[in-house]
């Protein structure tokens, strides 16, 4: 039972790390324009499919050595995938979203499902086609799953800890996760754009006043948030072996979930949101008892606690003393 | 009034609608050119995108090619039949869709199709309104044909045949595969859907009263892709195998993500997984799969349809159900060879073959193809395929008691 319990622990931490770095994205996003950006799950899955083809690019490597995996092919994949990513979260904002900016807060939501919707199925329907000209030989299409390649030393591998089994992929989740979370704090913290983006949220128009360009601050904080999604849809790869189009719907509404119960617009609440709601999945999993318990009543457990968390803290685990804006 | 423009619009969409699926007396097939060929459309309903399009592919292809074969030699005198496929995406409101556009279709004059149970639910009632003929290749729930409730079968649907199995046979087999293989403890996990249900809920029942235990029963959302904190509560309850049932896009990363977190048992499934994307999306050696029927390619009768299929240039295979929906599709044409002589256009022959399909009896690709009163297919062969070397290799066929 001892076992259970912090196998379990592992496979929740290693979950809720990934949902914590897709839900930094729409924290960031919310705290600064307040809009819920529908569209991040797509940015999360676009991420993935931006370190695949990389990988194609580099000529499928698959008998690279581990030390230059690790030290080359992976980070060469996370920064292709970032490109991917960031790239699309910009154009979106340009496009989607800044025409909206001054528009009832309804519009900007409606046209971030219709970001959602396009982003799916335009990798669905051209991934791997060159436009006007027709399929790249070679290439597999994306209208269902595609296998991620491995990456040696990280793919596969587990270390026995007890009677607890800890894959690579998951600490590779989780180190991710920690690289990052320091990272943001030093951006928000230490330099001029993150303390920018900070004013920004607080007050966008005395921002302005003080000489702070807006609308580049925003775009920071689109791209910020697209570059740690990015990171999680290799993770997401490389946990589970294959991508596909639709992964970023479901992820996406976990993480928006875990971002809305650590306080929607905190990055730290971000974090513990994701974590909490990874491990309320893997325990009532297996520690809730009678029929109530399986598998099958996970999600309704997460949001149980997601509900118990709202009522008596509104504003979410982290999230600000005082709501002035819902 | 835009207001007033938008209801306009609605009512017009519904009336037309109404017209179209209803019994209207639109006879705009068969003009009435006397000697002129006649048109004669079969739908196909099937996910044609998606994650199982591999097995919906592979059912029109096979479709298209029945339809070849019988133009080629004129099997039905005056008549040239045509193939109308619908990609239903695996879901039911999508299939709904199709089988309401091809029901409206006067020249459509029966359906090979769904792949999936649960869209075959949804398909049927509109086709069977419209008395359209259907003949899945592929759906194993036992309710289709025997209603909801097993003690007091009732057929639902009289315009519904299948040329496959049920899981009422499926599941049982299996378990007497894995008790046969000295295997007493199973877990079961199913993705909620109407198909991987059925199949596990069959299979408990045979399994238990085999003498075999049951050591954990999960589930699955079909949309996740982390299993781990269900392996890990399966894994400490120490089954010797994994009975699965849904579909490959989940079973072949959860096998793969069984065996990374050290449960190295084989999974075993029903038709759903015996698909080459199942090993290609982390299936091992080991795993073990039911299917319908004898393997495809051991069969004399179904040689010609394999050597004809590649002959036919499709840029898919033939994939799992492929046999299964040329002899649909068979029997389809078959039962048309008479409502079809006498009749003035497809329309008015739509009930004509219905009822003349219950007479269908020929030997397909399959083996026999013909149907009980259930519309049940006679034939009840099954085969376990198991994984080995990265293919799926038949392992054992044979006849459920």
């Known amino acids: 039972m001892v076992e259970l319990f912090f196998q379990q622990l592992i496979n929740g931490l290693s979950l809720g790390a990934l949902y914590a770095l897709i839900a930094v994205g729409y924290t960031v996003v919310y705290g600064i324009v307040q809009l819920i950006n529908f569209a991040h799950g797509e940015i999360f899955m676009i991420g993935a499919f931006g370190a695949f083809v990389t990988w194609m690019l580099l000529g499928r490597p698959t008998d690279w050595s581990v030390a230059t995996s690790l030290l080359v092919l992976l980070p060469l994949m996370i920064i292709g995938g970032m490109v991917a990513s960031v790239a699309t979260a910009v154009a979106t904002e340009r496009f989607a979203y800044r025409p909206l900016r001054n528009a009832p807060r309804l519009a900007p939501l409606i046209s971030a499902i219709g970001v959602s919707v396009f982003l799916q199925e335009f990798v669905r329907l051209f991934f791997g086609t060159i436009p006007f000209v027709g399929r790249i030989p070679g290439w597999p299409d994306a209208k269902s799953a595609v296998p991620f390649p491995s990456i040696p030393g990280i793919s596969g591998q587990t270390i026995q800890l007890g009677g607890v089994l800890i894959q690579m992929p998951a600490i590779f989740t989780l180190g991710a996760l920690a690289v990052s979370t320091v990272f943001l704090w030093y951006f928000v913290n230490r330099t001029k754009t993150g303390r920018a983006m900070v004013a920004t949220s607080q007050d966008p128009d005395t921002a302005r006043l003080m000489g702070i360009n807006v609308d580049r601050v925003i775009v920071a904080a689109f791209a910020v948030g697209a570059a740690l999604a990015a990171v999680a849809g290799v993770a997401h790869g490389l946990r589970y072996g294959n991508i596909d189009f639709r992964m970023g719907f479901l992820a996406g509404l976990k993480a928006f979930t875990a971002a809305v119960l650590g306080g929607i617009g905190n990055i730290n609440g971000a974090v513990v949101g994701g974590l909490v709601l990874g491990l309320a999945e893997a325990m009532a999993t297996t520690f809730i008892p009678g029929q109530f318990g399986s598998s099958a009543w996970k999600d309704v457990w997460a949001f149980v606690l997601l509900i118990l968390v709202l009522v008596f803290r509104p504003q979410g685990l982290l999230g600000a003393k005082v709501v002035d804006r819902a | 009034m835009n207001k007033r423009i938008y209801s306009l619009a609605g009512v017009a969409v519904l009336a037309a609608s109404l017209a179209l699926t209803g019994c209207g007396a639109r006879t705009d097939a068969g003009t009435g050119g006397g000697s002129a060929t006649k048109v004669a459309k079969i739908g196909v309903i099937a996910p044609m995108s998606g994650g199982l399009s591999a097995m919906g592919l592979g059912m029109k292809n096979s479709v298209d090619l029945a339809i070849k074969q019988a133009n080629a030699s004129n099997a039905i005198p005056g008549w040239k039949l045509e193939l109308a496929a619908e990609d239903d995406q695996a879901t039911p409101d999508v299939g709904k869709n199709a089988a309401t556009k091809l029901a409206s279709d006067d020249q459509v004059v029966g359906v090979?199709?769904?792949?999936?149970?649960?869209?075959?639910?949804?398909?049927?009632?509109?086709?069977?309104?419209?008395?359209?003929?259907?003949?899945?290749?592929?759906?194993?729930?036992?309710?289709?044909?025997?209603?909801?409730?097993?003690?007091?079968?009732?057929?639902?649907?009289?315009?519904?045949?299948?040329?496959?199995?049920?899981?009422?046979?499926?599941?049982?087999?299996?378990?007497?595969?894995?008790?046969?293989?000295?295997?007493?403890?199973?877990?079961?996990?199913?993705?909620?859907?109407?198909?991987?249900?059925?199949?596990?809920?069959?299979?408990?029942?045979?399994?238990?009263?085999?003498?075999?235990?049951?050591?954990?029963?999960?589930?699955?959302?079909?949309?996740?892709?982390?299993?781990?904190?269900?392996?890990?509560?399966?894994?400490?309850?120490?089954?010797?195998?994994?009975?699965?049932?849904?579909?490959?896009?989940?079973?072949?990363?959860?096998?793969?993500?069984?065996?990374?977190?050290?449960?190295?048992?084989?999974?075993?499934?029903?038709?759903?997984?015996?698909?080459?994307?199942?090993?290609?999306?982390?299936?091992?050696?080991?795993?073990?799969?039911?299917?319908?029927?004898?393997?495809?390619?051991?069969?004399?009768?179904?040689?010609?349809?394999?050597?004809?299929?590649?002959?036919?240039?499709?840029?898919?295979?033939?994939?799992?159900?492929?046999?299964?929906?040329?002899?649909?599709?068979?029997?389809?044409?078959?039962?048309?060879?008479?409502?079809?002589?006498?009749?003035?256009?497809?329309?008015?022959?739509?009930?004509?073959?219905?009822?003349?399909?219950?007479?269908?009896?020929?030997?397909?690709?399959?083996?026999?193809?013909?149907?009980?009163?259930?519309?049940?297919?006679?034939?009840?062969?099954?085969?376990?395929?198991?994984?080995?070397?990265?293919?799926?290799?038949?392992?054992?066929?044979?006849?459920?008691?």
Request: with cysteine.
């Open chain 2, 112 to 401: 090979v199709g769904t792949l999936n149970s649960s869209v075959a639910q949804v398909v049927t009632p509109v086709l069977a309104a419209a008395n359209i003929v259907q003949v899945s290749p592929a759906n194993t729930n036992p309710t289709l044909t025997k209603g909801a409730d097993p003690a007091t079968p009732k057929r639902p649907y009289a315009n519904y045949f299948r040329t496959c199995t049920t899981d009422a046979v499926q599941g049982p087999f299996a378990a007497q595969y894995l008790l046969g293989a000295g295997i007493k403890k199973v877990a079961t996990i199913h993705d909620k859907k109407a198909y991987g249900q059925g199949l596990v809920e069959a299979f408990t029942t045979a399994f238990k009263a085999g003498g075999g235990e049951v050591v954990a029963a999960e589930t699955i959302n079909p949309d996740d892709s982390d299993f781990s904190a269900v392996i890990s509560k399966v894994k400490a309850a120490g089954p010797a195998a994994v009975y699965y049932g849904g579909e490959y896009p989940q079973a072949g990363p959860l096998s793969k993500q069984m065996k990374a977190a050290g449960l190295k048992v084989p999974l075993m499934g029903g038709d759903g997984i015996y698909d080459g994307k199942f090993i290609e999306l982390g299936g091992t050696d080991g795993d073990l799969a039911t299917s319908v029927g004898a393997p495809v390619e051991t069969l004399d009768s179904a040689k010609a349809f394999v050597a004809a299929y590649n002959a036919g240039g499709y840029a898919e295979g033939y994939s799992a159900y492929g046999a299964y929906a040329y002899d649909a599709a068979n029997a389809i044409i078959a039962s048309l060879k008479t409502s079809l002589a006498s009749a003035a256009d497809a329309k008015s022959a739509r009930s004509a073959t219905v009822t003349d399909m219950a007479k269908v009896s020929f030997e397909g690709a399959t083996g026999k193809v013909g149907f009980d009163e259930w519309g049940d297919s006679v034939s009840r062969v099954l085969t376990v395929y198991k994984v080995d070397g990265g293919k799926w290799v038949a392992e054992k066929t044979g006849e459920l008691k």
